[in-house]
């Protein structure tokens, strides 16, 4: 009975150790496919990165990735309702089109944002 019960845990331990690194691997794929969007989509408009090849378009651009990711008061939620929203409430001198995201790119864009997010 103990071998099985030894035999049970390291068994145990094995299967929740790969799906540990099958999550951290998946989180990585979803921050790579993230990034990507934001270059693509989000870059005229934004700083989405450090090494971005091109400035954004706009006179007066909206914040970097790396603010918003920083900001006290932006959460993983957060960015889900702001990204699905139309952003017709921002006021005057703060407008963002609405991007029309899918929900699969709105859970990557919020992936790679919040990794951008410094340990405090």
Request: charged residues 15%; contains cysteine; glycine residues 8%.
């Amino acid at each position: 009975m103990s071998r099985f019960l030894i035999l049970f845990g390291v068994v145990a331990s094995s299967v929740i150790g790969a799906g540990a690194v099958a999550a951290s691997e998946f989180e990585q794929t979803l921050i790579a496919k993230g990034s990507a969007l934001a270059r693509s989509v989000c870059a005229p408009c934004h700083v989405v990165s450090s090494g971005q090849p091109s400035e954004p378009l706009l006179k007066n651009p909206g914040p970097s990735f790396d603010q918003i990711a920083n900001s006290g008061a932006v959460d993983a939620d957060g960015l889900r309702v702001f990204l699905a929203s139309p952003h017709a409430d921002m006021g005057p001198h703060a407008r963002m089109a609405n991007p029309r995201l899918a929900d699969y790119q709105i859970e990557r864009l919020v992936a790679y944002i919040m990794s951008l997010r410094r340990a405090r």
